[in-house]
């Protein structure tokens, strides 16, 4: 009984991060997000990666990966916790890239905890982290250790090309009036580390922000000086996310 349990709670739950709860909640504000994705392909289009192979780190069912980006690579290798992933990601994407040449290798592990080996085994691919690092701190569950390993993994990527979406901040909204204008909104391009309160309280004040609001812990994720494009995410009714997206180039293997 308890094994059952446990196998329940995981498609479910997937650590926190994904299972049912997450791929429902998705498919039912697919519409909702159509900005957001939007304008992370328009993040990504501007992305030139040096490497032909991608690591796709948090691929879930790829609810948030424009095509467009996945199909630029003639390998991906996406990691996930979530034992729907893989089948969900396939069925949404697999068609795509299998017309497009692309070669899809799925894996349920967890990329964080073994990133180390995970960058040995992938010596020459470009990595993304797909709208993971933000629920870090959820999966922890000690804010003070959640963000050292955050602000560390700059770090351990030195010299690697890569880049995440992620959160930034979210909380609850007066009114979601502005769903349908997110392209109009003012774009945030920042320099990572450098969002100051000032313009911390512009973006509340973007999409009517009310009560309090949680802070993610990524400000540090990228190196200082880092262009980055901060976004928002009409999450659920009344409950918005600002999402910070970001690319390191690195060195040529």
Same mark, same amino acid.
């Given at each position: ?72 690579? $003639? /390998? +991906? ?8 992933? &893989? ?7 697999? #068609?795509? !890239? ?81 769903? $349908? /204008? +997110? ?8 320099? &990572? ?7 911390? #309280?512009? !973006? ?50």
């Amino acid at each position: 009984m308890t094994q059952l349990f446990g196998l329940v709670h995981d498609l479910w739950h997937a650590g926190g991060t994904g299972g049912l709860n997450w791929h429902v909640h998705a498919c039912v504000a697919r519409h909702r997000w159509k900005g957001t994705i939007s304008e992370i392909d328009r993040f990504l289009q501007q992305v030139q990666p040096n490497a032909k192979d991608l690591v796709l780190i948090g691929a879930s069912a790829g609810w948030m990966m424009p095509p467009s980006w996945l199909v630029r690579f $003639d /390998r +991906i290798d996406a990691y996930d916790i979530d034992p729907l992933a &893989a089948h969900l990601f396939n069925r949404r994407h697999g #068609q795509t !890239l299998r017309a497009q040449g692309t070669e899809l290798f799925m894996h349920r592990q967890d990329a964080l905890a073994s990133l180390p080996d995970l960058l040995k085994r992938h010596p020459h691919a470009c990595l993304w982290f797909d709208n993971l690092l933000g629920q870090h701190r959820y999966r922890v569950r000690d804010e003070v250790l959640a963000e050292q390993q955050l602000t560390a993994l700059k770090h351990q990527l030195h010299g690697r090309s890569w880049g995440s979406v992620h959160d930034l901040y979210s909380g609850p909204t007066h009114h979601m009036a502005w769903v $349908d /204008r +997110i392209e109009s909104l003012t774009r945030y391009e920042v320099e &990572a580390s450098q969002l100051d309160s000032q313009q911390a #309280q512009a !973006l509340l004040h973007e999409v009517s922000a009310k009560d309090v609001w949680s802070d993610h812990l990524t400000t540090q994720v990228f190196a200082p000086g880092t262009p980055t494009t901060l976004i928002p995410w009409p999450f659920k009714d009344h409950h918005c996310h600002w999402l910070q997206a970001g690319w390191v180039q690195g060195f040529k293997l």
